[in-house]
C-alpha cells in the first residue's frame, strides 16, 4: 500500500512539473494535472489537498537533492575553489536537465501568483558559498577586499539568474558553455592570484561524465 501511495505521488508530481515548466503555475489546472498523469483529481487532493500544495511539493523537491549533492564533494583534499565550480555544474545540469528542477525554478519566479509561501534556495545555498570562500580566504586564495558573505550572496543570485534565464540569453550556447565563460569571468575578481582557465580546467576534471 505504501509504495502504491509514493508511485502514485511520484507521478502526481513529475505530471505537475512537466506542466508548469510548459504552461506556468496559473496556466496549469488540477484537471491538467489529471490529465495528464492518468490519476484522478480526487486522488490529486488526497495526496496533496491543493494545487497550491503540489507546486510547493515540487519546489520542495527541487531543493531537497542539492544538501546530497554537495555532501559528495565534502572532501577535504579538493580545494574550495574547485568545490565551489563543481558543485555549480552538478545544480546547474540539474535546472537545465531535470523537469522537477526546471519546474521548482519557474514556480519560485512565479511566486507572487502562488497563495502559500514558496521556500527560497538563497539562504541555505548563500550559507554553503560563504563557507568554502571563507575556507579560500584562509588557504591565502581569495582576493584581498573580497568579505566571503556579501560576495556569497552575489554570487548565488547571480549563477541562479544565469541559469534559469538561460533560455531565454541569445547565441544558443550549451548551459556548460555559458558557464565555462561566467566563472571564467566572475573567477578574475575572486582569485587571489588570478588563472581562472587553469582552476577552471581542474574543476572540470573532477566532474563524474554524464552516464
Not at 520542495?60 to 565551489?84: I, V
Amino acid at each position: 500500500m505504501q509504495d502504491r501511495a509514493h508511485a502514485t505521488r511520484k507521478a502526481l508530481l513529475e505530471s505537475a512539473a512537466h506542466l508548469f515548466v510548459e504552461r506556468g503555475y496559473a496556466g496549469t489546472s488540477v484537471n491538467d494535472i489529471s490529465d495528464h498523469s492518468g490519476k484522478t483529481s480526487g486522488a490529486i487532493y488526497f495526496h496533496y489537498s491543493s494545487k497550491e500544495k503540489l507546486a510547493l511539493a515540487v519546489v520542495r523537491e527541487q531543493f531537497s537533492t542539492w544538501p546530497q549533492l554537495a555532501a559528495s564533494y565534502a572532501s577535504p583534499d579538493m580545494p574550495p575553489f574547485e568545490k565551489l565550480i563543481v558543485l555549480s555544474f552538478g545544480i546547474a545540469r540539474s535546472l537545465n536537465e531535470d523537469v522537477v528542477a526546471r519546474a521548482g525554478a519557474r514556480l519560485w519566479a512565479e511566486r507572487r501568483g502562488i497563495e502559500a509561501a514558496v521556500p527560497t534556495p538563497f539562504d541555505a545555498w548563500a550559507l554553503s558559498v560563504t563557507r568554502l570562500l571563507a575556507e579560500a580566504r584562509t588557504r591565502g586564495e581569495l582576493a584581498p577586499g573580497v568579505e566571503p558573505s556579501a560576495a556569497a550572496v552575489t554570487l548565488v543570485c547571480a549563477f541562479y539568474g544565469l541559469c534559469t534565464l538561460a533560455d531565454d540569453l541569445p547565441g544558443g550556447r550549451d548551459w556548460r558553455e555559458r558557464l565555462d565563460h561566467w566563472w571564467l569571468l566572475i573567477l578574475k575578481s575572486l582569485q587571489a592570484d588570478p588563472d581562472p582557465a587553469a582552476l577552471l580546467a581542474r574543476a572540470r576534471a573532477r566532474i563524474p561524465a554524464q552516464p
